[in-house]
């Protein structure tokens, strides 16, 4: 079993729509990462968490501790937001995330 | 200010051959990472740098693999000879250090799609 599930795996949306992304992991983190991967291969570091929730513009990103469970969420999306969207989590030495598989989200107009 | 920069690109290479991969971190940034990324997977770390020290290269194949960061700013990484199986996205991230009261966010490079044929 991975120790970084993310789901849905594949998400297609239509413009417009709040969309959600899920993280679940099962070793103790410092922190979790979620990151966006467009086409090409360049990552974006979009939240580092490790309690709470944070919100930047149309996006946000909460998590909760004791159930081991995060999610990242996309209000009024975009075609524009089509991309893949990664869940990592950081065990405790700075950098040696533990990464999941991506969650690859396609925004029709 | 500019961000990770990493070349080539793109890399397109027969079996055995050596190929080089180049990153170039954010200025004051320490640590470097080199990750690989499979299709339709998330990164593995291959080696961690602290400065010009390789602190966590658990994950790096040594016997076709190698590093360095000579004067702990610029990375190479270098696979010799390559396999089939090395074709993969090779990916540089560095971070600023945690004591200038960052919170260790990682800045990515583009990456370096490598094809090995």
């Known amino acids: 079993k991975n120790e970084v599930e993310q789901s849905p795996q594949n998400l297609t949306a239509q413009e417009g729509e709040f969309i959600t992304i899920n993280c679940s992991y099962s070793?103790?983190?410092?922190?979790l990462h979620w990151l966006q991967q467009h086409p090409g291969g360049g990552i974006v570091s979009l939240f580092m968490?490790?309690?709470g929730k944070k919100k930047h513009g149309r996006l946000i990103a909460t998590i909760n501790i004791q159930e081991k469970h995060s999610s990242l969420h996309i209000t009024a999306s975009h075609p524009r937001d089509s991309a893949v969207y990664i869940c990592?989590?950081?065990?405790?030495?700075?950098?040696?995330?533990?990464f999941g598989k991506g969650t690859k989200l396609s925004v029709k107009p | 200010e500019a961000g990770v920069v990493q070349s080539p690109r793109y890399k397109i290479i027969e079996k055995k051959q050596p190929v080089a991969f180049w990153c170039n971190p954010i200025?004051?940034?320490?640590?470097l990472y080199w990750y690989r990324q499979n299709l339709g997977q998330g990164p593995e770390l291959l080696i961690r740098?602290?400065?010009?020290?390789?602190?966590?290269d658990s994950q790096l194949p040594k016997d076709r693999f190698s590093a360095e960061r000579l004067k702990g700013v610029d990375s190479t990484l270098k696979i010799q000879p390559a396999e089939l199986g090395d074709s993969a996205v090779y990916l540089c991230?560095?971070?600023?250090?945690?004591?200038?009261?960052?919170?260790?966010?990682?800045?990515f490079g583009e990456g370096s799609r490598l094809t090995v044929l």
């Open positions: 990592a989590v950081d065990s405790g030495s700075q950098g040696n995330l533990i």
């Open positions: 200025s004051g940034h320490n640590t």
């Open positions: 070793v103790g983190i410092s922190a």
């Open positions: 968490l490790s309690s």
């Open positions: 991230a560095s971070s600023p250090p945690l004591w200038i009261g960052d919170t260790g966010e990682l800045f």
């Open positions: 740098y602290e400065n010009e020290e390789a602190v966590d």
